[in-house]
């Protein structure tokens, strides 16, 4: 018997029935395929050849021996194919069941308790990654790109707003007072006011006052309340 199958004797499995089923296993499993479970029916009489169920990330085989163990019939279905998996827990062993989309109904007693509830919990965890697949790393990396593209496009932007109002200062520089008239922050953008703007719009708002201050545009005091009166809203 192959090492990777040993840990399924852990829960009363018949050795005989695992050996059997696994010598089988290798020419039936999928590329990428893995067992995570097998389950062997134990009735109460001795059953030289119990029925098993073996639950792969792929699918649910049922194996059946059949001419005195010397073959043995297997049918399976697809995780995609299973609508629902049930486990009824009686006093001689549990019931495992499952029904597909076409109205299917398999089912396989005698399994022992443990079994049964094992074989249950990684059904439920194989349906579940079904239903809800892991987002692909690619993805993310395109939305992370996307949000630098747009960062880069207001940076570009407020370039562009700070160079506009400069050229259409005069030539000389007068004194503030002669030129201009305070900016209050509470004076609309086009026809919205401070409360009406998003928080991009309020930054991308005290940027452009950060500018004016730097290029001696507007003064400190100016600036600092302008700076307030935005992160009220912000």
């Not at 990330?57 to 049918?75: A, E, H, Q, V, W």
């Not at 995780?79 to 998996?85: A, L, M, N, Q, S």
């Not at 094992?118 to 439920?124: L, N």
């Amino acid at each position: 018997m192959k090492e990777q199958f040993k840990k399924f004797l852990n829960e009363e499995q018949d050795p005989k029935a695992i050996e059997k089923i696994t010598s089988k296993l290798n020419d039936l499993l999928m590329k990428g395929e893995e067992v995570g479970y097998i389950a062997v029916q134990k009735k109460p009489a001795i059953t030289v050849f119990p029925d098993s169920i073996v639950l792969t990330n792929k699918r649910i085989i049922i194996c059946k021996p059949k001419n005195l163990g010397l073959s043995m019939d297997f049918t399976d279905y697809t995780w995609d194919e299973i609508v629902g998996t049930f486990v009824k827990e009686n006093i001689l062993g549990s019931e495992f069941s499952f029904s597909t989309k076409t109205d299917i109904q398999a089912s396989i007693d005698y399994i022992p308790k443990i079994q049964a509830r094992k074989i249950f919990t990684y059904a439920k965890e194989q349906l579940d990654i079904l239903k809800n697949p892991t987002v692909a790393t690619p993805v993310v990396e395109a939305v992370q790109t996307e949000e630098v593209e747009t960062e880069d496009e207001i940076e570009e932007v407020e370039t562009e707003e700070v160079t506009s109002f400069a050229e259409i200062m005069p030539a000389t520089t007068p004194s503030y007072t002669e030129t201009f008239e305070p900016i209050q922050p509470q004076a609309p953008t086009g026809d919205r006011k401070l409360s009406e703007l998003s928080k991009e719009e309020l930054f991308d708002k005290l940027q452009n006052y950060k500018k004016l201050l730097d290029n001696g545009l507007i003064m400190q005091g100016e600036y600092d309340t302008f700076k307030k009166e935005i992160l009220s809203y912000m």
